[in-house]
């Protein structure tokens, strides 16, 4: 069976366009977070692979998940302006909704004390989960 036939469009599309940083994203734990953050993660793979083409070693995601209403990606290889990419897209993450992309604030106790990042059109949704793909 192929390893990214248990994942959404979005994530094998986006695997498939930085295979360098997110090839092994489909046979490991996957890309756990909404397709809110599709364009978040894919811009900051690109700068990812322009600052590696700056003399800059190749990054390699170990983890992309949404925790505490943020994006958590963390990689190997990363440079110092590599890191700060990967920083700054940490942070916008609370301003982008995980569900839609649209803006958003940082939503705090939904129901079960979660918190997330959620759109005024998201934020009453019972299971900040349920957009996300099975593990």
Avoid: Y
């Avoid at 366009?17 to 756990?32: C, F, N, Q, S």
């Avoid at 920083?87 to 918190?115: K, Q, Y």
């Amino acid at each position: 069976m192929n390893s990214m036939s248990n994942h959404e469009p979005w994530k094998i599309d986006l695997i498939k366009r930085h295979p360098g940083i997110l090839g092994h994203m489909a046979a490991e734990r996957g890309i756990e977070c909404g397709p809110g953050w599709r364009d978040l993660l894919d811009v900051l793979c690109l700068s990812l692979d322009a600052l590696a083409d700056l003399d800059g070693p190749q990054v390699a995601a170990m983890v992309i998940k949404e925790k505490l209403g943020t994006l958590r990606f963390q990689a190997i290889n990363a440079s110092p302006a590599q890191r700060g990419a990967i920083d700054l897209a940490n942070r916008l993450s609370s301003r982008i909704c995980e569900c839609c992309g649209r803006p958003s604030t940082p939503n705090e106790n939904m129901g079960n004390e979660w918190s997330a990042s959620r759109c005024r059109d998201h934020a009453q949704e019972e299971d900040p989960v349920s957009h996300r793909s099975p593990p």
